[in-house]
């Protein structure tokens, strides 16, 4: 199977090889360059979840895919939420029941099934827990070793599963940062791959799927604004790729929705880039928060999702973690989901983008419930969730 794509950097438009993981030039963030035609004709020929849209995604050599069901997730209507906020059409994405728990499986799906074609034999990743459980997840399932670098801070729970999916757990004391380092001082060369879903291009790839998914389903209504909590933007700018290359296949006019992203208070580089106008982020000091999986100081992909939000002419909006944990509480009493605090926050976002006016009543809004509650109990649970 020739490939349908080719691997550039997206700061000085050096094309990288497909082992690298960042560009060996620049150092920049990698990116797909799709080549060739575009696939024609039916793009969802048959089958549901991520691999209905294979023709869409970045081909491996041998063609073999590594699954476990991911993707195809439900989108519910949350009115009673809603009408609480002053709100219309909300539309949850339930990303918390793909197999590890978190729409990271998307990514690790797709970077997963990369590394096998390749013959790669190791992943290292860094996580704060959910990219780590998927990767974990995903590698066992390829026949891959993993090795995941967490925060010490790490909820208990996310730290247990991925122990429990047979990679090797390394704690790094110290704030989110110390543990990405860590992973890239033990990733080396041949047959170790660093899958770090904050940089690898691959696993962004596999969110574009997201929008495939939004789109099949909503194309004719469309959506004004899609909320996304947001740390190293792999969702961000994932989904925002395949809404652009949807309609560069297809043809059609798909409406591109205002891209929102939220942050926690604690840790909201991408908030102050952009209200101070900034094409990337600025030093911040951080501080602890439940939402440990959008504590992101320096996201590798910060230009690219800065520019998303000015193009899109969304926000990036910042929320206290009582914001977070009362619409946490707010949304699994009221409509029956329990969603960890990370995506909650993407709730607590919304109510404050209604608040200010910026999304209205008579609006359609998705947004992205990214994991799900059991990751994270929190202080109600047996593994409280301790930030440093
Ligand atoms: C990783 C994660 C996010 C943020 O994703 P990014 O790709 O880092 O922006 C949001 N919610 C949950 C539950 C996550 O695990
Ligand atoms: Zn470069």
Not at 125 to 142: L, P, T, V
Not at 203 to 227: K, P, Q, R, S
């Amino acid at each position: 199977m020739t490939a349908n794509h080719r691997l550039i950097c997206t700061l000085c438009r050096e094309e990288a090889d497909r082992t690298d993981w960042r560009c060996r030039a620049c150092g920049g963030v990698l990116q797909i360059a799709w080549t060739g035609p575009a696939p024609a004709g039916r793009i969802a020929a048959h089958g549901r979840g991520l691999w209905r849209y294979r023709p869409l995604l970045p081909l491996m050599g041998s063609g073999e895919i590594v699954t476990l069901g991911e993707g195809g997730t439900p989108l519910v209507w949350i009115e009673r939420w809603a009408a609480v906020h002053q709100l219309g059409r909300v539309g949850l994405k339930l990303e918390s029941l793909n197999p590890t728990g978190s729409f990271k499986d998307r990514g690790a799906a797709v970077l997963a099934s990369h590394a096998r074609a390749l013959g790669i034999e190791r992943l290292i990743e860094d996580s704060s827990g959910n990219a780590g459980a998927s990767i974990a997840a995903y590698a066992a399932r390829a026949g891959l070793t993993a090795v995941i670098f967490v925060p010490a801070s790490a909820p208990t729970a996310k730290r247990a599963q991925i122990a429990r999916l047979g990679a090797e757990v390394v704690p790094i004391a110290g704030p989110r940062a110390a543990a990405a380092e860590a992973a890239v001082a033990a990733a080396g060369r041949g047959a170790v791959y660093y899958a770090a879903h904050n940089w690898n291009p691959y696993f962004a790839a596999g969110m574009a799927t997201f929008a495939y998914e939004l789109i099949e389903e909503l194309g004719e209504t469309g959506i004004d604004h899609l909320v996304i909590p947001t740390g190293g933007g792999s969702l961000f700018v994932g989904a925002y790729d395949g809404f652009v290359r949807w309609r560069d296949v297809t043809g059609t006019t798909v409406r591109v929705p205002r891209f929102q992203a939220v942050q926690s208070v604690g840790c909201a580089p991408l908030v102050a880039a952009f209200q101070r106008g900034l094409d990337d982020v600025p030093p911040i000091v951080r501080h602890p928060t439940v939402a440990g999986g959008i504590e992101i100081e320096r996201p590798p992909r910060s230009r690219l999702i800065l520019s998303i939000l000015r193009t899109t002419g969304g926000t990036a909006v910042a929320v206290e973690d009582a914001e977070i944990i009362a619409e946490r509480e707010r949304l699994a009493e009221l409509e029956g989901i329990d969603l960890e605090p990370t995506a909650a926050a993407a709730l607590a976002g919304l109510a404050r983008l209604a608040r200010d006016g910026v999304v209205r009543r008579e609006e359609t809004v998705i947004v992205a419930a990214t994991g799900a509650g059991w990751k994270d109990p929190g202080p109600l649970g047996s593994s409280p969730s301790r930030p440093e």
